[in-house]
């Protein structure tokens, strides 16, 4: 039996096309998963610079209450120093952290609670340092202020350990994605 040329054509033409189907349906994919991937590491990336600067946010706020510290007990000024460099760089730190998690809406409410801990605390810091200044170490001392900043100190790592943690998850995740897709 003889097959028709133009059957044997059509077959010849078919069995061209499939290679170059294969192809395309490969480069598709390789899109699609480098696109995926590419998302990732930008999120692993900002992750990162979330947990940076909420250590960045954390070391300042000590460096606040270090400088209160030597201010209150020696009297000097110059123990300041890392106080007003926590006054003068922590709204920085803030509008970074906003900046950053724009688009994490998990993040937002606790975002705000620092927000409001941290101004307390900026509060806090600058009553005292004023009690010592205007009536004396004592006076400072007995203030319903002077144990207040503890706690608030303390809830400000809890904030910023709770979003941390939640950043690395998310590290840890999107790392695994990345290595599960390559």
Do not use: C
Not at 12 to 36: E, K, T
Not at 43 to 70: F, H, K, P
């Amino acid at each position: 039996m003889k097959i028709p040329v133009s059957r044997l054509r059509r077959l010849g033409s078919i069995l061209l096309l499939l290679p170059l189907f294969f192809v395309i349906g490969v480069a598709a994919y390789s899109w699609r998963v480098n696109r995926q991937l590419a998302r990732d590491y930008q999120e692993v990336t900002r992750s990162y610079a979330i947990t940076g600067a909420l250590d960045s946010l954390m070391s300042r706020t000590t460096d606040g209450e270090t400088g209160e510290r030597g201010f209150l007990i020696t009297g000097n000024d110059v123990y300041l120093e890392p106080y007003v460099l926590f006054t003068s760089t922590i709204e920085s730190l803030l509008a970074t952290l906003v900046t950053l998690t724009v688009g994490e809406p998990a993040q937002q409410p606790q975002l705000t609670q620092l927000r409001s801990l941290v101004d307390a605390r900026r509060q806090e810091l600058r009553s005292i340092i004023k009690l010592q200044r205007d009536s004396g170490l004592d006076a400072a001392r007995e203030s319903g202020a002077f144990g207040l900043g503890k706690n608030i100190h303390d809830q400000i790592r809890a904030v910023v350990n709770s979003m941390s943690a939640r950043e690395w998850d998310l590290i840890r995740r999107r790392n695994a994605d990345v290595a599960a897709a390559t």
